[in-house]
């Protein structure tokens, strides 16, 4: 009957599905964190300590609600809502109080959808410090949060006129309704987000967010088949670049992953940015910022060596 309940309120698409299945299986204790490896007889006691605090055991709710790390994560969420909350008993608990004061049918959907990203994002860190010793910081955190959630609601709303940069630096456009006016009507804003590839063909929609104010940056794609599903997803911090290196670096990094991936590198692939600048020097045989030059020539390579690999700027 438990089961049921989660399962109802689970089941949107608003999140890739392999998303919805881990909020769900954590809702249900049955992730392997430590706790759970500790009780199978996988890890022995002295290691099951979470990886954010080292000093309480990493059971799920611990580890994706009430650790001071994923703490700060929903507060932030909240008080950037005007919302506050008593820190509810369990992440089932938190899934079921989990709605906005007010707003139409789009935020209540962002919300939907922001619970299951933050659980995700604050998993994906864990991973990280567990298995590739690295580690972002809250504010980093926050900003993934908000990045994921743009990619993903690309997928049911494709009006949505603001980039994730645009979300990044300012938050509250999430607070956004259809039939409210483009903010300017005789600029076109809605970026072209998705068209579908040809048949066979995969297509990375690549992007990089940039804030001037701060030192740090961020890269992300999204790969989808011709039916517009999700194949694959990467997003990770890099250093403060230009906003058109931090595109080919965004680009450098899709075609990695496209390499590295059996599912991938056997599919004509077509990557989009919307940086001219960043496109143009991929294209190029030469030229283009020295500071770039290994990630450049790597991209190069790929392209001479890929069976089909077509970079193409689309704003
Ligand atoms: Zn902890």
């Known amino acids: 009957m438990v089961h049921q309940d989660i399962i109802k309120g689970i089941w949107k698409g608003l999140v890739p599905h392999r998303v919805e299945i881990f909020a769900w299986l954590s809702m249900l204790a049955k992730i392997n964190t430590r706790s759970r490896l500790l009780q199978i007889g996988i890890i022995t006691p002295e290691n099951s300590f979470c990886v954010f605090c080292n000093s309480s055991i990493e059971t799920p709710d611990h580890l994706l609600i009430h650790c001071h790390l994923p703490s700060m994560i929903w507060t932030w969420w909240l008080n950037m809502w005007n919302l506050s909350w008593t820190q509810p008993a369990s992440l089932k608990e938190a899934f079921h109080q989990w709605r906005p004061a007010k707003g139409g049918p789009f935020f209540k959907k962002i919300w939907a959808a922001a619970f299951f990203v933050i659980i995700w994002t604050i998993w994906k860190e864990r991973n990280a410090r567990i298995f590739s010793n690295i580690s972002s910081s809250s504010r980093e955190l926050q900003d993934l949060v908000l990045l994921r959630l743009c990619w993903w609601l690309k997928a049911w709303e494709d009006d949505f006129p603001y980039s994730a940069d645009e979300v990044i630096r300012n938050p509250s456009c999430l607070n956004w309704e259809k039939s409210v006016a ?33 030192d740090h940056a961020a890269v992300g794609g999204v790969l989808r088949n011709s039916m517009g599903n999700f194949v694959c997803l990467f997003s990770s911090p890099i250093p403060l670049l230009e ?29 989009i940015s919307d940086s001219s600048n960043a496109v143009q020097w991929c294209n190029q045989d030469s030229g283009g910022p020295w500071n770039l030059s290994f990630m450049l020539n790597f991209i190069r390579n790929a392209r001479k060596q890929w069976l089909s690999l077509s970079i193409i700027h689309k704003v």
């Open 243 to 271: 906003i058109n290196s931090a595109e080919v670096f965004a680009i450098f990094r899709a075609i990695k992953i496209s390499i590295n991936s059996d599912r991938i590198n056997n599919h004509s692939l077509i990557i």
């Open 182 to 214: 483009p903010r300017n009507s005789s600029q076109h804003l809605v970026p072209h987000l998705w068209s579908p590839p040809p048949i066979e063909t995969l297509q990375w929609n690549v992007d990089a967010s940039y804030k001037s104010h701060h």
